[in-house]
Each structure stands twice: as structure tokens, then as C-alpha cells.
């Protein structure tokens, strides 16, 4: 072997492995914000490739979607919108899978406040307001009502519910105490310290199966395509979990 060709050859086997990292922006769910950021910090410190995360409704990330907004891949609060993304030509075809499965569970600031059955919903006395996301862009919002039509309290409760824009600032009008109550992701206060939940049976509600998908912006992007694969690892699934979520067999 020449002396140049050694060189090349050294040259490829030292070559630090962040030389081929990559960079993808991924469209995220409120409600899976605390798990995407430790999932982001965990895919970058296997693979060298780096996920830049945007935050929001689902209904309203999809917009942007349809609008043109730079992201590579969706992680939604639903089934839907990921299917529609493929429907209407801005994901690619068969990259949908569920990564995760959502619980809901109402909460309160006040220790005292939600019992383990929620029965505090048929006590208005104890409550002026009581939170839920936006049900017409966030899934969460949507399983709330199911819950409260299921109780048949809804007409009663009509009058009290403020709407967060996404379950993020729902959960923020709970610990203001702009609400005394409300539904938020379970994932939002499994390592809350204080407060009172009630982890809502999953019968009272529809299942809320959570969906990533490729989108079109990503198709040629490998971090796009590396960091979806990193969400089905035996890892990522992990870290999935240690928030309070489901994950399919």
C-alpha cells in the first residue's frame, strides 16, 4: 500500500463520528414535551445526529405542516393528523407508527382538592373553573370531554371550563391556580411533587394512540429518518415509559 493510500485509509478509520451528524427539526405534541426532551438528549448522545424540537397543538402543528412549516417529522397526540399528513402528500407513505399511548388524569395544585375517584366533578360547590386543552386541535382536550360526557357531567360542567391553547398551558392554568382543577397528560405530573390527581380509568375515554410520521421535508434528512428509529429502540421505549406512557407490544 502506498504511503498516500495509508494516509486515506487512517484518515477514514480516525474520523470523529460526528462528522457525519446530521441535524432534524421534529414537530412535537405538548403533552410529550418533557419525553422528547430527554429522548433528544439521549438520540444526539448515541447517534451524533442533533433534534431541534418545536412545541404545540396538534391541530395547530398540522397547520403549519400544511402551510409549509420546516420540519422533518411529526410526533402528534392523535392518529389523525400523522394520517392526513400522508393523505395530503406532506409525509411519506407507510412511515406511521404509534410511539406512544397517552393517559389523562384530572389534577389539582390543591392537595386536598381531587379525590381518587373523582368525585369532585360532581361537586361544583368546590370549583369556579376547571381546565382542559383546546378539544378541536388537542387530543387531550378532546379524551377530557369524552371523560366528562361518559360521567354525564358535561352540561354541568360547561359553564366552569377554561381552554388552554394545548395541554402545556392547560397544565400551567392549574399551577397558577387560574383553575382549581384540570384535565391534564399524565405525563405532565408523574414526577410532580404535591398537588392531587386522579388517574382517569381508560374506559371513560377514547384511546389516545400517539403517531409519528415521516414528513416530506425529512424523506432525504438520515438524523429525520435515525431519530424515528431511535423512538421504536429498545431506549427510546424506555425512556417512553418512565413518562407514563404506554407503548404497543
Known amino acids: 500500500m502506498s504511503a498516500k493510500r495509508l494516509l486515506l485509509v487512517l484518515a477514514l478509520i480516525f474520523v470523529p463520528l ?3 451528524a446530521a441535524k432534524t427539526t421534529i414537530a412535537v405534541a405538548a403533552n410529550f414535551t418533557a419525553a422528547a426532551k430527554d429522548i433528544a438528549k439521549a438520540f444526539e448522545a448515541q447517534t451524533g445526529h442533533k433534534a431541534v424540537l418545536a412545541f404545540g397543538s396538534t391541530g395547530k402543528l ?3 405542516i400544511a402551510y409549509g412549516a420546516p420540519f422533518d417529522a411529526f410526533l402528534a397526540a392523535d392518529v389523525v ?10 409525509a411519506v407513505q407507510g412511515s406511521q407508527f ?7 388524569v384530572l389534577f389539582s395544585a390543591d392537595e386536598s382538592l381531587v379525590d381518587g375517584n373523582g368525585d369532585v366533578l360532581g361537586k361544583g360547590d368546590l370549583f369556579n373553573k ?8 388537542a387530543p387531550y382536550g378532546a379524551a377530557a370531554v ?6 354525564g357531567l358535561y352540561v ?3 359553564t366552569k371550563l377554561v381552554k388552554g391553547d394545548n395541554i402545556a398551558q392547560t397544565y400551567q392554568f392549574v399551577m397558577t391556580q387560574n383553575a382549581q382543577l384540570g384535565f391534564v397528560a399524565y405525563a405532565q405530573v408523574i414526577f410532580a411533587e404535591g398537588g392531587s390527581t386522579w388517574v382517569v380509568p381508560e374506559n371513560l375515554y377514547t384511546p389516545i394512540r400517539q403517531d409519528a410520521v415521516l414528513l416530506d421535508q425529512g424523506k432525504d434528512n438520515p438524523a429525520a429518518k435515525a431519530f424515528l428509529e431511535f423512538l421504536k429502540s429498545d431506549q427510546g421505549r424506555a425512556i417512553i415509559q418512565k413518562y ?3 407503548v404497543d407490544e
Open 81 to 90: 393528523r400523522p394520517g392526513k399528513a400522508v393523505q395530503d402528500g406532506f
Open 156 to 158: 354541568q360542567a360547561r
Open 62 to 64: 398540522f397547520a403549519q
Open 130 to 137: 376547571i381546565a382542559i386543552a383546546n378539544p378541536k386541535t
Open 18 to 20: 460526528n462528522a457525519w
Open 98 to 104: 404509534t410511539y406512544a399511548l397517552g393517559k389523562i
Open 146 to 151: 369524552d371523560v366528562l360526557q361518559k360521567l
Open 244 to 246: 407514563g406512557y404506554g
